[in-house]
């Protein structure tokens, strides 16, 4: 089955920063790729997604971009706040697998002020 | 995903009881999704159902069990064979199986006494 791996496990930036979180798959036949924000307790929020025939996507502050020979993708967070910190999980689907979402196992996410 | 409910909100396990959390929805999703998330982990899929009457095992089905008799609703029982029940128990659903968006209800923490 899928495999996802999440790098890093924790990140510390100074507000203002740049925060870059990486994340790669195995399976091939992975053909979306949703990021969630958790914090803590809460729910995990969609904050952006990509799918298979797109190689890069942004909204605002965050972009995401996708290598699909490479199998890995990124979220990138400019200009960092201190509501940025959470946990950021990445996840990967397979839509003729029934979209059932893999996921990496987080990134906690520390904006310094 | 403000249309997605879960209850109760904590929940205690005795030993040897079975205990059922609930999942509602109001969006008229067909597809809806259980997941276990452990602390400092990832989210790991438990069962999904694609359409009422209907559901399939996910990475981590044993000592769970689901039934989906309403489309707007999706409950999980937690067996006594769950031998490790403790984790934060997420709810999801996705508007039909070609869209692959998941939006996750508040979540259900549950503690065995």
């Known amino acids: 089955g899928e495999n996802v791996e999440q790098h890093p496990s924790t990140l510390s930036v100074q507000e203002g920063d740049s925060a870059v979180i990486k994340c790669t798959y195995s399976?091939?036949?992975?053909?979306?790729f949703p990021w969630y924000k958790q914090e803590l307790g809460k729910r995990p929020q969609l904050i952006i997604d990509?799918?298979?025939?797109?190689g890069e996507k942004k909204d605002q502050r965050i972009a995401v971009t996708l290598n699909k020979t490479a199998k890995h993708f990124s979220l990138h967070i400019t200009e960092t706040q201190p509501e940025d910190s959470a946990v950021y999980f990445c996840a990967a689907s397979v839509k003729a697998a029934g979209n059932k979402l893999t996921f990496g196992g987080g990134t906690r996410v520390l904006v310094k002020p | 995903d403000g249309g997605i409910t879960q209850s109760p909100k904590y929940l205690f396990r005795k030993e040897g009881q079975n205990v059922t959390l609930s999942c509602e929805q109001n969006?008229?999703?067909?597809?809806m999704y259980w997941y276990r998330q452990d602390p400092g982990q990832g989210l790991r899929l438990i069962y999904y159902s694609q359409i009422v009457n209907d559901f399939q095992k996910g990475d981590i089905a044993e000592g769970y069990s689901v039934s989906r008799e309403k489309k707007e609703s999706f409950p999980l029982t937690v067996t006594s064979a769950q031998k490790n029940p403790t984790a934060f128990y997420l709810c999801?659903?996705?508007?039909?199986?070609?869209?692959?968006?998941?939006?996750f209800g508040p979540g259900t923490r549950l503690l065995v006494l």
């Open positions: 399976d091939s036949a992975s053909n979306y």
């Open positions: 990509i799918r298979s025939n797109v």
């Open positions: 969006l008229n999703h067909d597809a």
């Open positions: 999801a659903s996705s508007l039909h199986r070609e869209q692959e968006t998941q939006y």
